[in-house]
């Protein structure tokens, strides 16, 4: 089936397996497969783990005695194949927003532990005679997730302790060579956000948006090696490769469907709106 709503869905299934509360401090900051839940009774020190939920230690107190001792966690799980390789790069532990972290785990172990996870995907259009054109990326064929899947022109997960135009600005000129002086020209335009039930656990994703119109002689550049290739396509192009294919990273297709929302390309004459525009800002799941 065709649609656009399809991508939504997909993002935010139905939950049809158990998942256990991960508690810190008494707040549910993640949720755990019972399966991965066993693999932390390694970690007595740290975790409390039962039949219905799992628990930091009471005598783990503080913001970084917590996140040595899950840095640690981590990096054993990574060793030894359970989680994916350890990555270096922290992940607040968060119950509310970012500013609100009880400690940090890093962004290989995030998705284990089913934590609110945050990034930022960054739309790249310029204007012709002929319409808008977008800027797509496809990621490179030894990517561990979606290899070789179109993507927006940039996107990245958002660590703890960076600002959000730092890291922007970091993720443009690592994925596409964009300069500085030409980053602060891009425009916030909100947030999605979705709750789906992945290979590696429960993702509670919020994406910051942002639209960047570009010169028309601007080529993206990838300088760290995850982008393939780059390709400037008619955003009517666009549209029918997020409606008709499954050729984009999955949450990429509701940036898009987001941005054909947002600059009149998909309006209310579509059957799908109204679900379109409530269902690309999923609450996250919290207790």
Not at 22 to 41: C, N, S, Y
Request: hydrophobic share 45%; aromatic share 10%.
């Amino acid at each position: 089936m065709t649609t656009f709503y399809r991508h939504i869905a997909a993002c935010n299934p139905p939950l049809q397996e158990v998942f256990l509360p991960w508690r810190v401090d008494g707040q549910v900051v993640g949720w755990l497969r019972p399966a991965f839940a066993r693999e932390l009774t390694r970690f007595p020190a740290v975790f409390n783990v039962s039949e219905d939920r799992v628990d930091l230690v009471d005598g783990l107190n503080g913001f970084t005695p917590r996140s040595e001792a899950l840095d640690a966690v981590a990096r054993a799980l990574a060793g030894s194949g359970v989680t994916s390789p350890y990555m270096g790069e922290p992940y607040a532990v968060t119950a509310a927003g970012r500013d609100a972290a009880l400690c940090v785990i890093d962004r290989a172990a995030a998705a284990y532990f089913g934590v609110r996870s945050y990034g930022q995907h960054l739309n790249g259009f310029v204007r012709r005679d002929d319409g808008v054109h977008m800027w797509l990326g496809r990621r490179a064929r030894d990517r561990l997730l979606f290899p070789g899947a179109l993507d927006n022109m940039v996107a990245g997960g958002l660590p703890y302790g960076m600002a959000l135009e730092d890291n922007l600005a970091k993720e443009c000129a690592e994925e596409a060579a964009v300069p500085a002086p030409l980053v602060q020209r891009a425009i916030a335009v909100g947030a999605v956000s979705y709750n789906r039930v992945a290979q590696r656990g429960l993702r509670r994703d919020v994406l910051y948006c942002y639209d960047l119109e570009l010169p028309a002689d601007f080529v993206p550049r990838n300088t760290d090696g995850e982008v393939e290739e780059f390709m400037l396509l008619h955003i009517d192009e666009v549209a029918r490769i997020v409606r008709d294919t499954d050729d984009f990273k999955l949450n990429c297709n509701l940036v898009v469907i987001d941005f054909l929302i947002r600059h009149g390309l998909l309006g209310p004459g579509s059957p799908e709106y109204l679900d379109l525009v409530i269902g690309l800002r999923q609450p996250i799941r919290s207790a």
